[in-house]
């Protein structure tokens, strides 16, 4: 039997946060359960891009404060980081907020710039994962994951939160590598099981619905969840959104690979009342993801099935972050012959679909189109 603790955080007030997250933790049997004294302890917040708080982009400050104050009495040696999905981790942990709280608690940034190659020849589908030398060289990791919509798997927060361990651009060449959501989300259920978190612990005090997760809108939902099962945690977040965890990849992936369960009857949920939490109306695609298998003459018009990204012109700066985003070659989305005096352009017969334009693209300017004339096939 797997246990998620959910505690209602009605704000992000230091002492509330601190309060639940202490709650949460005693719940599932004390800090002492997940970090001993002298253990290098690593905490992996969500940082996809650098972002203000009040966005929602990236998990919010104040978890990490309580989080490293609680783990500091158990006398380990804490440090922190992120791979963001562009521009340096520098960066990215001053602009949302991370930077002066690290210092003012003495918790260092990890070098999550350098990789390591580490061998896994428990997984199932990847052996070996290049991870950031910080993770690496670390006891254990405390996951703190940011509960958002996602444009590729629908959801993204615990299991999808690791996909940060692997440094800089090589998070691209899984894209390529893994262009299906379904075989994306059997590399990201391997990459969490190398790592193994030892303990997550998902901001939802205001998560991020819509067109998630850089591009979406904030929503308050007053919740923190905790766990040592990323697969159950998961699926209680999503029940908690009113998706069924069946249709995101990452949690069937994750059970069926052994490393959890998405099952409500073998969940124990403890803390407070679910019901009352529950946000029924929350903006986030419902439907399974189905991979479009066309043969004869429908495999030649198969961009007109598929889900596309698109360019809203009226709202693109023009900044090219898309365009350096975009994982395959030659670029599916591009300057149209190297003007960038406009936006850029998407050669859908080159799109694999991952989405990542759409990801990155931080002035919303970026949306999933789905084909109309799919729903006949």
Excluded at 152 to 181: D, S
Excluded at 307 to 317: D, H, T
Excluded at 344 to 357: D, T
Aim: glycine share 8%; aromatic share 8%.
């Amino acid at each position: 039997m797997s246990t998620v603790a959910l505690i209602k955080c009605d704000s992000y007030d230091v002492s509330d946060v601190k309060a639940a997250v202490k709650k949460g933790i005693d719940l599932l049997g004390g800090v002492s359960q997940f970090a001993k004294s002298g253990e290098k302890i690593l905490l992996k917040p969500n940082f996809l891009a650098g972002e203000v708080p009040g966005k929602c982009v990236n998990t919010n400050p104040r978890i990490f404060r309580a989080v490293a104050e609680i783990f500091q009495t158990t006398g380990a040696k804490l440090s922190y980081g992120d791979s963001p999905a562009f521009g340096s981790t520098v960066a990215a942990s001053k602009k949302a907020g991370f930077t002066d709280v690290a210092e003012e608690l003495g918790v260092e940034l990890a070098d999550f710039k350098e990789g390591i190659e580490k061998q896994f020849p428990e997984g199932k589908q990847n052996k070996k994962f290049t991870i950031a030398k910080a993770i690496a060289e670390c006891d254990g990791v405390i996951s703190l994951p940011k509960l958002k919509t996602h444009g590729f798997l629908r959801f993204t927060g615990c299991i999808k939160n690791q996909f940060g361990c692997i440094p800089g651009l090589l998070k691209a060449e899984f894209h390529v590598k893994c262009p299906g959501a379904y075989d994306f989300a059997k590399m990201l259920v391997d990459l969490n099981a190398c790592i193994k978190p030892r303990l997550y612990i998902m901001d939802a005090v205001f998560a991020m619905e819509g067109n998630g997760p850089r591009g979406g809108n904030p929503r308050k939902m007053q919740a923190l969840l905790l766990s040592d099962d990323p697969v159950a945690c998961d699926a209680v977040a999503c029940r908690l959104i009113n998706c069924d965890p069946l249709n995101v990849p990452t949690t069937t992936i994750g059970q069926e690979f052994g490393h959890g369960t998405h099952e409500i009857d073998k969940i124990e949920l403890v803390g407070d009342d679910f019901d009352a939490l529950k946000v029924s109306d929350f903006d986030i695609d419902r439907s399974k993801i189905k991979a479009f298998k066309a043969q004869g003459l429908l495999k030649s018009l198969g961009n007109f099935f598929i889900a596309k990204p698109v360019i809203n012109k009226n709202k693109c700066v023009r900044c090219g972050m898309c365009v350096q985003m975009c994982p395959v070659k030659p670029k599916a989305v591009d300057w149209l012959s190297g003007n960038t005096s406009k936006p850029p352009v998407h050669n859908y017969s080159r799109c694999i679909r991952c989405y990542c334009c759409q990801e990155i693209c931080p002035e919303k300017a970026i949306g999933i189109k789905k084909p109309l004339v799919r729903r006949f096939f």
